[in-house]
């Protein structure tokens, strides 16, 4: 019998790290130990934002102040990116010395009760946190070799001359930004018109023009109905009947909760495992944290809710979390798109009444040689002049929104943000002087 039970070694162990610390007995599941740490640290955002870097690197080496042509040593760069992952599961599975580590596919069969290759194990509380999957839309004929999901792009030894990439999310955006900066011919495919739904208008234009740029050609409103292998390359096939060949098609259409986990009709699954704002399951003392309720699928919110539930089962009282104050980012080359809190899009959905600040990035020199001119910081306030969230379009915007995220916690109106005064020359002076025009 253990005090607590984790399910899934992703960003879970942050919570079983900090129980087995406050001496209680703690056991972590994992289906394979040399994936401790999770899709995060293996197969996702550290891996992926290591090939955005260098891509990022080879297409600076491309203007006119340099000479001579680089390209990618795909070979180094993926012997290099599991070297740092291997590495880094070594330093997590050190961190939980202190844990039984249980290597298998655990299944919740009753309340209190988890199966691992035959054996049951039991817990007073169990905290599931089994992350997702890629999802394959019916009709794609995937094979891991020329219909890939990201997964296998980290693996490739070899670039290819042309990828279509379908699905036009956080997964594709970032894909098609590291495949462009890296010479390779990409068409990404939109099920919509949109790009960016639910962001500013501006940004969203701004957005497109970057992709462009880059040289991407962009299908909107072209749902796939159909995608298979030949001896031609990868056949797909549109809803409206047309059709087209290319080298290699990356599937990157979202991403499915992993809910087999749940093995007892006590607890809910719906879309996700279904949690109340504490993330318990409909079980008590049973909870979902991650992916896998269908809550928030980033890596950063999937620790906060770990560390968060580990924190009220040792009987302390954490804030409670609000998830539309966790950051989200998309890691798009040159510029990448993040935001926190309210954006326009959900201030108008329910007809709030807010002021909203535009600073162009234009008006800053630095933007010249960081290609930023069609970046943009806008801020949100209500009526009475607290900050309700923030949109930026700018390089390395998921660290530039940092201070909006913490003007949201402290519950910041404009005037005080206005104190505030950003280093020069720096892209975040154009978050400085928003403020003022709240």
């Known amino acids: 019998m253990y005090d607590l039970l984790y399910i899934g070694g992703g960003l879970n162990y942050a919570g079983a790290v900090i129980a087995a610390k406050n001496g209680f007995k703690v056991a972590l599941i994992e289906k394979e130990m040399a994936h401790l740490g999770g899709t995060c640290l293996h197969k996702g955002c550290i891996p992926s934002k290591m090939f955005l870097h260098y891509a990022n690197i080879l297409r600076e080496s491309q203007n006119a102040y340099f000479r001579g042509t680089l390209t990618f040593n795909m070979e180094t760069l993926v012997r290099k990116k599991n070297e740092l992952c291997k590495s880094a599961n070594k330093a997590v599975i050190d961190q939980c010395r202190d844990i039984d580590l249980i290597e298998g596919e655990g299944k919740l069969i009753a309340p209190h009760k988890v199966e691992v290759k035959g054996k049951i194990y039991e817990a007073k509380h169990i905290i599931i946190g089994t992350g997702s999957s890629a999802f394959i839309p019916k009709g794609i004929a995937y094979d891991a070799e020329e219909i890939i999901t990201s997964d296998e792009v980290l693996e490739m030894k070899h670039l290819p001359k042309t990828i279509a990439i379908y699905g036009d999310g956080a997964i594709g955006r970032e894909m098609a930004s590291f495949f462009l900066s890296a ?111 269908g809550k928030l699928q980033l890596a950063h919110a999937a620790r906060a809710e770990a560390l968060y539930v580990t924190q009220k089962i040792l009987g302390r009282t954490p804030h409670r979390l609000n998830l539309s ?53 806008i801020t949100y306030a209500d009526g009475e002049g607290f900050i309700l969230g923030a949109e930026i379009l700018a390089p390395n ?42």
């Not at 990404?188 to 639910?198: D, N, P, T, V, Y």
């Not at 749902?223 to 098609?249: C, N, W």
């Not at 002021?355 to 933007?367: D, G, I, Y």
């Open 183 to 293: 010479g390779v011919r990409v068409t990404l495919i939109s099920r919509h018109e949109g790009l960016l739904k639910g962001a500013h208008p501006l940004i969203v234009n701004s957005m497109r023009k970057q992709l462009e740029t880059l040289g991407m050609e962009h299908l909107r409103n072209h749902p796939v109905i159909k995608a298979k292998s030949t001896q031609r390359g990868v056949h797909i096939t549109f809803e409206d009947g047309s059709s087209r060949y290319f080298e290699k098609l990356l599937v990157a259409t979202g991403r499915t909760p992993n809910t087999g986990v749940i093995g007892t009709d006590a607890v809910k699954v719906g879309k996700g495992i279904v949690t109340d704002d504490d993330f318990e399951t409909t079980l008590s003392g049973h909870y979902a944290i991650g992916d896998c309720n």
């Open 397 to 438: 915007a998921e660290e530039l929104i940092a201070p909006v995220a913490i003007a949201l916690a402290g519950e910041m109106d404009a005037p005080l943000a206005q104190r505030t005064i950003m280093a020069h020359p720096t892209f975040s002076e154009a978050l400085e002087r928003s403020w003022f025009q709240l």
């Open 325 to 377: 104050h966790v950051v989200k980012f998309m890691h798009t080359l040159p510029m990448s798109y993040a935001w926190v809190g309210e954006t326009r899009h959900t201030l108008k959905k329910r007809n709030a009444d807010f002021k909203e600040s535009v600073m162009p990035l234009n008006r800053f020199t630095a933007s010249l040689f960081h290609d930023a001119v069609h970046g943009m910081m």
